[in-house]
């Protein structure tokens, strides 16, 4: 009977400690469960901070390739309109030089009769030497055409060759009613290839040699501009003084004010 009862004693000790054992490993379960639920929760915490975090990203590039399309929109409309601006002063000058021109033609071609009928005298049958034919004068039209296929380079945007034609003018014609313009658009050559020196020395030439001509104002202004550009801004203030007191009434002095004032 001890013996019995002692069996049973040790059986119902092992229940209880394996019951004991079976509650500590679904303990140690619940517990690991929790924590992969937790880590899920964070790691999906993460997840959803990054992609936003990537969206957020993603909107400010588009936005900046929005802004970036804007801007070389606009640069592309300001090119434009600076090209148009540059090429409706050319035309305006070209059209001024040209009506200038008729303006000074019929004055020159008068002063030259008068010249020519001061100078003549009836020839000398004793004097053979008088027989000899005098050499002609420059003919006004041919000038008229070399200039205008230099200007006609001009227009189409053929500087290069445009400053070689205006220089070839000058050195053949010296004399020529023309030769000003011809150094004032030999100088405007040179600066739109962005050549600011060769610019200066015509421009100062139609200033210093032909100072009443109508192209003096506007060369004296050029002047200024390329002394500005190469970095001497005393020089060129200097350059717009003096614009101001030689030609206080051009459109040139109204430009020289405005300079002045900033």
Same mark, same amino acid.
Request: some cysteine.
């Given at each position: 009977?001890?013996?019995?009862?002692?069996?049973?004693?040790?059986?119902?000790?092992?229940?209880?400690?394996?019951?004991?054992?079976?509650?500590?490993?679904?303990?140690?379960?619940?517990?690991?469960?929790?924590?992969?639920?937790?880590?899920?929760?964070?790691?999906?915490?993460?997840?959803?901070?990054?992609?936003?975090?990537?969206?957020?990203?993603?909107?400010?590039?588009?936005?900046?390739?929005?802004?970036?399309?804007?801007?070389?929109?606009?640069?592309?409309?300001?090119?434009?309109?600076?090209?148009?601006?540059? &090429?409706?002063?050319?035309?305006?000058?070209?059209?001024?030089?040209?009506?200038?021109?008729?303006?000074?033609?019929?004055?020159?071609?008068? #002063?030259?009769?008068?010249?020519?009928?001061?100078?003549?005298?009836?020839?000398?049958?004793?004097?053979?030497?008088?027989?000899?034919?005098? &050499?002609?004068?420059?003919?006004?039209?041919?000038?008229?055409?070399?200039?205008?296929?230099?200007?006609?380079?001009?227009?189409?945007?053929?500087?290069?060759?445009?400053?070689?034609?205006?220089?070839?003018?000058?050195?053949?014609?010296?004399?020529?009613?023309?030769?000003?313009?011809?150094?004032?658009?030999?100088?405007?050559?040179?600066?739109?290839?962005?050549?600011?020196?060769?610019?200066?020395?015509?421009?100062?030439?139609?200033?210093?040699?032909?100072?009443?001509?109508? &192209?003096?104002?506007?060369?004296?202004?050029?002047?200024?501009?390329?002394?500005?550009?190469?970095?001497?801004?005393?020089?060129?203030?200097?350059?717009?003084?003096?614009?101001?007191?030689?030609?206080?009434?051009?459109?040139?002095?109204?430009? #020289?004010?405005?300079?002045?004032?900033?």
């Amino acid at each position: 009977m001890p013996t019995r009862t002692r069996v049973i004693s040790i059986a119902l000790l092992l229940a209880a400690l394996g019951a004991q054992q079976a509650h500590a490993g679904l303990f140690d379960d619940d517990e690991a469960r929790r924590q992969v639920s937790d880590l899920q929760l964070k790691s999906n915490e993460r997840l959803d901070t990054v992609a936003k975090g990537q969206m957020e990203l993603a909107n400010q590039i588009q936005e900046l390739r929005d802004e970036n399309a804007r801007l070389r929109g606009q640069v592309e409309t300001l090119n434009y309109e600076l090209d148009a601006a540059t &090429k409706r002063q050319k035309d305006f000058y070209i059209d001024l030089d040209t009506r200038l021109r008729k303006l000074e033609t019929p004055s020159a071609s008068a #002063a030259s009769a008068t010249a020519a009928g001061a100078t003549v005298k009836p020839a000398d049958d004793s004097n053979p030497a008088s027989e000899a034919p005098r &050499k002609s004068a420059s003919d006004p039209a041919t000038e008229t055409r070399e200039y205008e296929a230099a200007l006609n380079l001009f227009r189409a945007n053929k500087l290069k060759e445009a400053a070689a034609a205006f220089e070839t003018f000058a050195r053949t014609h010296p004399d020529s009613t023309l030769t000003p313009n011809a150094y004032y658009w030999l100088g405007n050559a040179h600066y739109a290839m962005r050549d600011c020196r060769r610019a200066l020395e015509a421009q100062r030439l139609v200033g210093s040699k032909w100072p009443a001509h109508a &192209k003096a104002p506007d060369a004296l202004l050029n002047v200024a501009t390329c002394q500005q550009e190469l970095g001497d801004s005393k020089s060129a203030k200097n350059t717009l003084d003096a614009l101001l007191a030689k030609y206080p009434d051009s459109s040139a002095a109204k430009a #020289a004010r405005q300079r002045l004032k900033k």
